[in-house]
């Protein structure tokens, strides 16, 4: 006769589990809402100060040029600048800022695209850079660094000798806006304080000379004024020619055949050098008048010069044969 079967008596691990599981939840989501109020007060209480190093933004990321010691300094300016400045789609920012950035010049940017992203006059992006620009928009190409102002105005890095009131007059302003901008630490000065060499300063509304923003080309200009080889070349063109110029649209003289840059662009190297196999064909790159046509005795070999207008022109060097002559 089988014996009959015990019932088991009932663990009490499961409840104290339970219990334990409970107690977990309220631990973590009080420690939750302690850190949001943490990180709440850390926003409120924490102010982005102008600061005598500029940002430094490069595409879609801003970072300070030097960097602050401390992670709890770093999360707390980062949360704050978060905070203070609203960022578009793309990482640029759309508000005002109290800070002025550097900007790396990215592949496809013009002078007007980074004013217009910036909210900012074009004329202040000269007059932001005038050594690195020195007013002239050729010399924008990819990888140099531009000043962005919060404002439109000048960025003027002092040469040691002029007072605020003689600044202030140079770019017509009053010393006020100079002493008292919020981008400058010179509250505490007057009109005849004198900046040290090497301090730049923000000119809120300043103003240099107007430069003239005509398109580079324009149709029916006077080309072969002067051939920008001289006279003393077999292949110099030694007419003046009238023809029509381009517009701006370069194109690649080399179409989609393979090639390789030689030389790029740069302030002691006004254009780019590209060399391909023989007997590759070659385009004008843009509408023009032929000033210069046969052999360059120092260096080009057979060499087309063709004139665009307005100072532009466009060299086609080391060439095995001709289809173009003067004019």
Same mark, same amino acid.
């Given at each position: 006769m089988r014996s009959p079967r015990r019932r088991r008596a009932s663990s009490p691990i499961l409840p104290i589990l339970i219990i334990l599981g409970i107690l977990a939840g309220v631990v973590f989501a009080f420690r939750g809402d302690a850190i949001r109020s943490g990180l709440a007060d850390m926003r409120n209480q924490t102010q982005v100060l %102008?600061?005598?190093?500029?940002?430094?933004?490069?595409?879609?990321?801003?970072?300070?040029?030097?960097?602050? $010691?401390?992670?709890?300094? $770093?999360?707390? *300016?980062? #949360?704050?600048?978060?905070?203070?400045?609203?960022? *578009?789609?793309?990482?640029?920012?759309?508000?005002?800022?109290? /800070? @002025?950035?550097?900007?790396?010049?990215?592949?496809d940017d013009t002078l007007f695209g980074i004013a217009a992203r910036f909210g900012l006059n074009p004329d202040t992006i000269f007059w932001a850079n005038t050594e690195t620009l020195q007013d002239d928009i050729n010399l924008l190409f990819v990888g140099i660094e531009l000043y962005i102002l919060p404002v439109d105005g000048v960025y003027y890095r002092s040469n040691g000798s002029e007072t605020i009131a003689e600044i202030a007059a140079q770019y017509a302003v009053t010393p006020g806006d100079i002493l008292y901008s919020e981008f400058n630490d010179l509250s505490?000065?007057?009109?005849?304080?004198?900046?040290?060499?090497? #301090?730049? #300063?923000? !000119?809120?509304?300043?103003?240099?000379?107007?430069?003239?923003?005509?398109?580079?080309? /324009?149709?029916?200009t006077q080309s072969g004024s002067a051939n920008p080889e001289g006279a003393i070349? %077999? &292949?110099?063109?030694?007419? #003046?020619?009238?023809?029509?110029?381009?517009? +701006?649209?370069?194109?690649? %003289?080399?179409?989609?055949?393979?090639?390789?840059?030689?030389?790029?662009?740069?302030?002691?190297?006004?254009g780019v050098d590209m060399a391909a196999d023989y007997g590759t064909?070659?385009? *004008?790159?843009?509408?023009? @008048? @032929? @000033?210069? *046509?046969?052999?360059?005795?120092?260096?080009? &070999?057979?060499? !087309?010069?063709?004139?665009? +207008?307005? +100072?532009w022109t466009t060299y086609y060097g080391h060439l095995s044969k001709r289809f173009v002559g003067c004019g």
């Open positions: %102008p600061s005598e190093e500029p940002i430094e933004q490069t595409g879609d990321s801003t970072t300070p040029v030097s960097e602050m $010691n401390g992670t709890s300094q $770093n999360l707390t *300016a980062t #949360l704050s600048l978060l905070d203070s400045m609203e960022l *578009a789609s793309d990482g640029f920012p759309v508000q005002a800022r109290r /800070h @002025v950035l550097k900007y790396s010049v990215q592949p505490g000065d007057d009109s005849s304080y004198q900046p040290p060499e090497g #301090l730049h #300063l923000v !000119i809120p509304g300043g103003r240099r000379a107007y430069l003239s923003w005509r398109s580079p080309i /324009h149709t029916g070349h %077999p &292949g110099s063109c030694r007419q #003046l020619y009238s023809g029509t110029g381009g517009q +701006g649209d370069f194109v690649n %003289p080399l179409g989609a055949t393979p090639y390789r840059t030689t030389n790029g662009f740069a302030t002691w190297h006004p064909p070659i385009y *004008a790159s843009e509408t023009g @008048v @032929v @000033v210069f *046509a046969g052999w360059h005795r120092d260096g080009y &070999g057979e060499l !087309i010069i063709i004139d665009h +207008g307005d +100072g």
